[in-house]
């Protein structure tokens, strides 16, 4: 087995954390093995990038003890897709070696299940880990083959122990070790979602529709307290996203007009029809009987005429509906909403959720 250390001048990983990435002879634990696995941690202001390599299967077993080894010195690991395939296909050919499995129950942080749930934002064509690198502008220097295309290239090398073979086959993981310690830039994009920024402007300007027709929407500007990643953009039907280093622009729609708010309990009021509203029990036994019926649940409401911002659920009270059950609600827009930092930042985060799962 040959075991390869290097340093890099970087300042990228978790200092009590490990990231990792296996290579192996196939997709399926039961009939391939792990024939190199790349390590990389924190030092001091530099990166440590431990390998260790299988001259043959022979040595797979050594492989992953030493590399458990090392990995029984950290408190968590980071990997690309580890929750999916390094660890189970690792946790498998550790049961068929007989290798007690010693780093299963660490806690884990999959960077791929990460940038998956922004798929609604980024749109990327595919997850992969180099797509991804791309998107955040991170260029490898060398390495443009897959874990695939090198399976053969291992087998030829484990009959011929070319040079040129193993470099070929060390610096595709080598690389990806990099490119993993760069993707952990993704916790920025955590941050914005979970609240890092501060709104600073708030205000409804009018616009012409696409039908021709004048409406009002609302923008909010927003300053990141972290740099993002990239700048990208997205929208949905109500919602609009643009997001670059230092601040996010979000922008929706203002619903001018006539609005419902249904009562919760309609057996406790009746609807008037004349008056196209519901009203409690108590008030409608001033009211004639030919003039009034038992509200239903669909009817049972008061309008409001006025300016309102649309959400999806109940993130702001009282809560208006054009139809009962609808899916989008709207509050009303007041003026001091635009001095409220607080509601505006609980409305922001709402409408990065709301677009985030693609909503």
């Known amino acids: 087995m040959k075991k390869i250390k290097k340093t890099e001048k970087l300042n990228n990983a978790p200092k009590h954390a490990l990231l990792f990435d296996i290579e192996t002879t196939g997709l399926s634990a039961r009939s391939a093995g792990v024939y190199l696995i790349g390590a990389a941690y924190q030092k001091d202001d530099s990166i440590v990038l431990e390998q260790f390599f299988a001259d043959s299967l022979q040595e797979e077993s050594e492989v992953i003890s030493e590399f458990q080894k090392l990995a029984n010195e950290f408190d968590s690991l980071i990997s690309y897709n580890g929750a999916g395939f390094d660890l189970p296909f690792l946790k498998n050919r550790m049961e068929k070696l007989g290798i007690e499995d010693s780093i299963s129950g660490k806690k884990q942080e999959d960077l791929y299940r990460k940038i998956h749930s922004y798929k609604h934002i980024f749109h990327l064509k595919d997850y992969k880990q180099k797509t991804v690198e791309e998107f955040l502008g991170i260029q490898r220097k060398e390495d443009q083959s897959t874990g695939g295309e090198l399976i053969p290239v291992y087998k030829e090398y484990v009959k011929q122990n070319k040079n040129a ?17 760069s993707l952990l830039s993704l916790k920025d994009v955590d941050a914005v979602w979970q609240g890092g920024f501060t709104p600073i402007s708030c205000r409804c300007t009018p616009y012409q529709k696409l039908d021709g027709q004048m409406g009002l929407e609302c923008s909010i500007v927003c300053r990141l307290d972290i740099p993002f990643p990239v700048t990208c953009s997205c929208k949905n039907d109500l919602f609009y996203l643009h997001i670059s280093k230092g601040q996010i622009y979000l922008q929706c729609p203002v619903y001018e007009g006539s609005l419902k708010y249904f009562y919760p309990n309609y057996k406790e009021y009746y609807y008037l029809p004349g008056e196209d509203m519901a009203i409690h029990k108590s008030v409608a036994s001033f009211v004639d009987k030919t003039h009034r019926v038992k509200a239903t649940a669909a009817n049972c409401y008061q309008k409001k005429t006025g300016r309102f911002l649309p959400q999806y659920g109940t993130i702001e009270t009282p809560a208006f509906y054009q139809a009962y059950k609808d899916a989008v609600s709207y509050f009303e827009w007041q003026e001091e909403y635009e001095s409220s930092p607080e509601r505006l930042k609980s409305y922001c985060i709402h409408m990065l959720e709301t677009l985030r799962q693609g909503i």
């Open 165 to 181: 073979l193993l470099s070929m086959l060390l610096n595709h993981n080598y690389e990806d070790l990099l490119g993993l310690a």
